[in-house]
């Protein structure tokens, strides 16, 4: 692994481990600074873009590897990123790779800050689904399903439909979930709606009571008796303590 060590200095060895080992192992991941050049990245990450050492990656960008529509699609994420502060989580991303062609990742993308809370860069992390049995037809009606979850929290998302978009069964719906996300199609949509709540309390004022109607709950009692077994605590407690640790 190939790390800039004044970078990492500056992002504070504690904060950046907590944040990624949350998600390794089996893992190849990469550190950029808010220039979107590369400050960090491991063995997996350069062989994957067909070099032979990760030091080859430090000061470059995403373009200077990727095709220009895959490193514009980086680019914006990594605004998001940067500029909102807010974290891509489990994505499922088509990644053009030098040695073995196009594959799938499920990427993960989350700022890294100063101790006085600037965002000076971000660490991102993607697993390889190359799994067997993980046909590309399969992984690409989970990433149809993941994709309508999202744009549709409000709306009852049954299983039958998500299996209906997907191409497949309920069952092998599920089954494939479990594959890519570790979750079942169910506790996949529950978690889908309780992190967007969670963003929406953390970043607005809205009434909670409208929040858990934009993220598929009949009422805020609903909302809340999920979001106390799912987050340990209830939504207002959630938006104070958010709120209190912002800098």
């Known amino acids: ?69 895959l490193a514009e699609t980086y680019r914006r994420q990594d605004r998001q990123v940067l500029v909102e502060g807010k974290a891509i989580t489990e994505e499922l991303e088509l990644v053009s790779s030098r040695k073995d062609g196009l594959g799938w990742y499920l990427a993960t993308k989350v700022a890294l800050k100063t101790a006085d809370g600037e965002i000076i860069g971000l660490a991102s992390v993607s697993r390889d689904l190359r799994t067997p049995g993980a046909g590309e037809a399969e992984i690409e009606g989970v990433a149809r399903v993941a994709e309508h979850v999202r744009a549709h929290l409000a709306d009852p998302l049954p299983q039958e439909e998500l299996a209906r978009i997907a191409g497949m069964s309920p069952t092998q719906l599920d089954r494939r979930m479990r594959k890519v996300y570790y979750l079942s199609t169910a506790r996949f949509v529950r978690k889908a709606r309780i992190q967007h709540a969670a963003d929406l309390l953390a970043r607005s004022d809205r009434p909670i009571a409208e929040i858990a109607l934009d993220c598929g709950y009949g009422d805020q009692t609903a909302l809340t008796r999920q979001f106390r077994a799912t987050v340990g605590m209830p939504p207002a407690a959630f938006r104070d303590r958010a709120r209190s640790e912002s800098p």
Do not use: I, T, W
């Open 1 to 69: 692994m190939a790390v800039d060590a004044a970078f990492l200095d500056q992002v504070g060895s504690a904060g950046f481990a907590e944040r990624l080992f949350a998600v390794l192992p089996d893992v190849v991941f990469c550190l950029k600074d808010a220039d979107h050049r590369y400050r960090g990245a491991n063995r997996a990450f350069a062989e994957r873009l067909g070099l032979r050492d990760p030091r080859q990656l430090l000061g470059r960008r995403a373009e200077d590897f990727f095709p220009p529509e």
